[in-house]
């Protein structure tokens, strides 16, 4: 693993910051060109250091990543539309063609980019650990630095393991330029095992939410630790790592994933979940007054909530509107949009699948009655979103022959019919302090539901967590209280209402992807033809037609992304991934 350390001592202490908010512990001056012992005697260089690892936590955030498309259109989310050649990594993704080699290197994306920068900030967090004691700073906020930088050193870590499988387990050692670094790959469990043993050691010397300074906000807490080995824990339970792997090779078995399965990873992951809850730390931020479902379309707008566990930092910024809007909201409509299969994903405001006889969809008249996540997540035709011109809602037409958002006639504007509102702000008032979500406390809500339907089956509780999200998604109530769960299912039914609450209520949170790989279900969710909404006007009304958009292609090699070959030739020792 011979990373290119002279450019890695090079980006350490070049830290500029180029997404700070004013105000926030973000907004530290940088040190440039500084050697360890500037930085590390100074105590604001020390921590502008420190403060350079949060940057890249929501990296797979960057709209612009897999050529414009973003992590959406990695899984059956989304349709790329910014760019359709076929070198575009987001189409070779798709198309099945993409390999370790194709990557836009000059760009630092994709294949690349999913190495290189978590691998960047361990040795960061490990030039920290090595140095942080010589700096004038207090032994109590050194303690607490250490704290952070571990559990920010386990984040990245997990980022790897969740697509590579094990990587190789590096501790506190920093290389140097001089030194001949070959090291294997560590094996899953040892991986899984050294990230929630980082992230409860971490959590002690941190201060909890209640706790944290205002100024603080967004550095790492106790919860940001639990909710990372909750997820850790539900990752390593999943099919695909839980002895479930792809890999035929003895010594790959136990790099990519436990070469047996064992039941009890998920009581353990229901755990971690559990001591979350019952911490009574943090809560799903509700409104149904305001509009049905308003709490859950407003926490992603809101920089200060007691929902989210660890999030991405951003200065106020228009990134999602100005890419997933549509043209007359003054975006671009042009990165990615929603997919038919995530749209018929969503049930009816009974809580009822569009599936279900009893559900009251109706083909002709599809986007009545949803459940209020899917208004609140997407515009489609008829939606209102704020119009400048008007200053006031107003409607948005996608229809054939509507301009300027409805399917273009040259270029590829608003191919499946619908755009993203997730996210979004929709009062027209520029820009927002939007942080990206990395850990909410609905996905917690979730993983518990998973973890314990798979380990007891669906068990009170079960349905207990489930309702607590539906509930303040806005779903109705129902004459049972059940919002739309039916008593008496089987565990593997319940596993598939879980598994479609975590669609629905995760959609554009780079969840998708990883989920459907963890259960290893991808090569039936990814091997499809994407689906778009062809909505013509005819008189007063419009008819609904159900139109194939574009193939999305999936082999069983892409259920781990593949190691860059330019690092697997440095390296006789890093073993690829299988099919790669």
């Given amino acids: ?127 920290f650990l090595q140095n942080v004691d010589r700096s004038p700073l207090s032994a109590g906020l050194r303690k607490k630095l250490k704290a952070e930088v571990r559990f920010l050193r386990a984040w990245y870590y997990f980022q790897l393991v969740k697509v590579y499988g094990g990587v190789p387990l590096v501790g506190d050692v920093v290389y140097t330029i001089n030194d001949n670094i070959d090291l294997p790959r560590s094996n899953y469990g040892d991986c899984i095992d050294y990230i929630v043993k980082e992230c409860d050691a971490a959590a002690t010397d941190l201060p909890g939410f209640n706790e944290q300074l205002q100024q603080d906000y967004g550095r790492v807490t106790k919860g940001a630790c639990m909710g990372l080995k909750s997820r850790a824990l539900l990752y390593a339970a999943s099919p695909l790592f839980n002895g479930g792997g792809i890999a035929t090779d003895p010594t790959l078995k136990n790099i990519t994933g436990y070469a047996s399965a064992d039941q009890e990873r998920w009581n353990k992951a229901a755990q971690a979940a559990k001591d979350i809850i019952n911490s009574g730390t943090y809560a799903l931020l509700e409104d149904n007054d305001t509009r049905m479902g308003y709490g859950f379309y407003s926490v992603f707008l809101k920089r200060y909530n007691n929902e989210y566990l660890f999030a991405a930092m951003k200065a106020p910024n228009r990134e999602y509107e100005n890419n997933l809007l549509p043209t007359s909201r003054t975006g671009s409509g042009k990165s990615s949009a929603p997919t038919q299969q995530l749209v018929d994903a969503f049930g009816m405001e009974n809580g009822l699948p569009i599936t279900d006889p009893a559900s009251g969809y109706n083909p002709n008249d599809p986007y009545v009655k949803r459940d209020p996540r899917f208004g609140n997540s997407i515009i489609y035709n008829g939606s209102k979103f704020f119009f400048a011109s008007s200053n006031n809602m107003a409607v948005v037409n996608t229809f054939v022959g509507s301009s300027p958002d409805g399917p273009a006639a040259t270029g590829p504007i608003n191919i499946p019919g619908y755009y993203w509102r997730k996210m979004m702000v929709e009062d027209g ?75 629905v209520e995760l959609a554009l949170e780079e969840h998708r992807l990883w989920d459907v790989r963890r259960w290893k279900i991808a090569e039936v969710t990814d091997n499809v033809m994407l689906k778009g909404m062809k909505i013509t006007k005819v008189g007063t009304g419009f008819t609904y037609e159900v139109i194939d958009i574009k193939p999305h292609a999936f082999r069983p090699a892409f259920y781990l992304f593949p190691i860059p070959e330019s690092e697997i030739a440095k390296s006789p020792k890093l073993l690829q991934n299988p099919g790669w």
């Fill in 429 to 503: 008032s520029g820009n927002t302090d939007r942080c990206y979500p990395l850990i909410r406390y609905a996905e917690v809500l979730l993983n518990y539901a998973e973890a314990l339907n798979e380990y007891q089956g669906p068990v009170a509780d079960v349905y207990n967590t489930l309702i607590k999200v539906r509930k303040r998604a806005g779903i109705l109530a129902g004459a049972n209280g059940n919002y739309g769960l039916k008593t008496g299912i089987s565990k593997d039914e319940m596993r598939l209402v879980i598994q479609n609450e975590r669609r």
């Fill in 1 to 127: 693993m011979k990373i290119k350390l002279m450019y890695l001592v090079m980006a350490i202490l070049l830290v500029g910051v180029g997404a700070c908010k004013k105000g926030s512990f973000l907004d530290a001056k940088q040190p440039s060109d500084l050697n360890e012992q500037a930085t590390f005697t100074d105590s604001v260089r020390t921590i502008a250091f420190l403060t350079r690892s949060y940057v890249d936590v929501g990296f797979n955030f960057d709209a612009n990543r897999w050529e414009g498309g973003g992590h959406p259109v990695l899984a059956d989310e989304a349709i790329p539309v910014r760019f359709t050649g076929p070198q575009n990594d987001a189409i070779l993704m798709a198309s099945g063609a993409l390999s370790a080699s194709s990557t836009n290197v000059t760009k630092q994306v994709q294949v690349l980019n999913n190495w290189r920068t978590p691998w960047e900030n361990i040795r960061r967090a490990n030039v």
